[in-house]
């Protein structure tokens, strides 16, 4: 299939589970092939189509699960660098300034060459140039304090740091409770 918008890529869809929960956000890809398998009912669809050679299709924008689904229960958050930066909001931890997540890097508090691990209570989310600066030292050494002292996380709300309410299509946020700034 080929979209007709070059910016089609980009395009994604909300699932909710079938009691109207949000659970994740997939591409249009995936939101295709859930359809076609008869797994969810769309609720809402974007403006933009896909052709394969005999039909033309809405790209999905809102799915609702067909089944409900249990979400598992963690005995706790994954480490990786994803979740590092939804911890610490894509904020860099020295100079307090959000970022894109390209933007950022995971710097360890105490640096791997003086033996700190690569922990949750050892790495922070840094933006490239407080990075550099600190370079290979703890943040005392640097005179580069912290926002906060890194925690191991209980739970991270992925759906809403993955979706900023100024750029979430118009129809999500009927779906989505955004929290008052």
């Given at each position: 299939m080929q979209a007709t918008d070059v910016f089609s890529?980009?395009?994604?869809?909300?699932?909710?589970?079938?009691?109207?929960?949000?659970?994740?956000?997939?591409?249009?890809?995936?939101?295709?092939?859930?359809w076609f398998?008869?797994?969810?009912?769309?609720?809402?669809?974007?403006?933009t189509k896909v052709r394969s050679v005999s039909n033309?299709?809405?790209l999905p924008s809102?799915?609702?699960?067909?089944?409900?689904?249990?979400?598992?229960?963690v005995d706790g958050v994954r480490f990786c660098r994803e979740n590092v930066y939804i911890r610490d909001l894509h904020t860099c931890q020295y100079c307090v300034k959000k970022f894109n997540h390209k933007d950022l890097t995971i710097d360890h508090v105490l640096p791997a060459s003086q033996g700190g691990p690569k922990t949750w209570t050892n790495v922070v989310t840094a933006c490239r140039p407080c990075n550099q600066r600190?370079?290979?030292?703890?943040?005392?050494?640097?005179?580069?304090p912290l926002l906060k002292p890194p925690?191991?996380?209980?739970?991270?709300?992925?759906?809403?740091?993955?979706?900023?309410?100024?750029s979430a299509p118009m129809v999500w946020k009927d779906y989505?409770?955004?929290?008052?700034n």
């Open positions: 890529t980009t395009l994604r869809a909300l699932v909710l589970n079938a009691s109207y929960e949000p659970l994740r956000i997939i591409s249009w890809q995936k939101a295709l092939i859930m398998q008869d797994k969810v009912e769309i609720l809402e669809f974007h403006s033309s299709f809405h809102v799915l609702r699960l067909k089944t409900y689904i249990r979400p598992k229960r600190k370079a290979n030292r703890t943040p005392e050494k640097a005179k580069m925690r191991a996380p209980t739970w991270l709300p992925v759906i809403e740091h993955e979706v900023h309410p100024d989505l409770r955004f929290k008052a």
